[in-house]
């Protein structure tokens, strides 16, 4: 199992971003797909996820709204879109996987791959 996270980069306040992970190694269409993000100093939180069944996305309150999850089964890739950056949304953002659903608790120890991350700096 191989997870690529890629699109990370310096972005002014308000601006956006759009990450990549591009996956390979496994069945992508029968995993479920998530980003985490760790600050420093912060331990590492869930941001979004999208499910191996088609529409079934979810975000903690307070990303909802601003990032977009969504995954193109016939590139081996997801995406996450992510909008109106601030400041905090500074961090090093990493994809992982688990088999089927997402799990609303977003733990790290519920997935079972991960990708090596990609730093998103929010900053003016």
């Known amino acids: 199992v191989q997870l690529q996270a890629s699109g990370g980069g310096l972005v002014q306040p308000g601006g956006s971003l759009r990450l990549s992970c591009a996956a390979s190694?496994?069945?992508?269409?029968?995993?479920?797909i998530a980003w985490f993000r760790q600050a420093p100093g912060k331990e590492r939180e869930g941001v979004s996820c999208?499910?191996?069944?088609?529409?079934?996305?979810y975000y903690p309150d307070s990303i909802k709204g601003r990032f977009t999850i969504s995954r193109d089964n016939a590139k081996n890739t997801a995406y996450l879109q992510m909008n109106s950056l601030k400041p905090e949304d500074t961090a090093v953002y990493y994809c992982?996987?688990?088999?089927?659903?997402?799990?609303?608790?977003?733990?790290?120890?519920?997935?079972?791959?991960w990708g090596q991350g990609t730093l998103v700096t929010v900053s003016s």
């Open positions: 992982a996987t688990r088999r089927f659903i997402c799990l609303p608790t977003m733990r790290n120890s519920e997935y079972e791959d």
């Open positions: 190694g496994f069945v992508f269409a029968d995993y479920a």
């Open positions: 999208i499910s191996s069944i088609p529409g079934q996305t």
